[in-house]
């Protein structure tokens, strides 16, 4: 089993930024795959983005392409996603993920086994 846990959502203005943690449990957070989804009101939830278990493979939805990062640390078990320029289109709750038998990341929500609780961002024009 393990178990995420989000932090450093909030509320911010047009064009600022947030960096999002998701510290996970277990000791083979390494071969995870990892990603980021999020969730507006009345929304299904979207993809943000995905790293393989090594950290080298990332890859990002259109909408947050050269604006969100995504990295990991895995001596610390933890996944960030760096957000610069955002906007009020990315107001969400956003979920960290994980696959507890790939170490691939994916776009598809079906893939991922373990969710967090979810951290709000929400971004004022």
């Known amino acids: 089993q393990v178990q995420l846990v989000e932090s450093g959502g909030g509320l911010v203005q047009t064009g600022g930024s947030l960096r999002l943690s998701c510290a996970a449990s277990g000791r083979t957070f390494s071969t995870y795959g990892m990603g980021w989804f999020r969730q507006a009101p009345g929304k299904e939830r979207q993809f943000v983005a995905a790293?393989?278990?090594?950290?080298?493979?990332?890859f990002y939805a259109d909408s947050v392409k050269g604006r969100f990062t995504i990295s990991r640390e895995n001596a610390k078990t933890t996944v960030y996603l760096q957000m610069n320029s955002l906007n009020p289109e990315d107001t969400a709750v956003y979920y960290c993920a994980a696959r507890g038998g790939s170490m691939r990341g994916t776009s598809n929500l079906a893939d991922y086994d373990y969710w967090g609780q979810g951290t709000q961002v929400t971004v004022s024009s």
């Open positions: 790293i393989s278990g090594s950290g080298i493979t990332r």
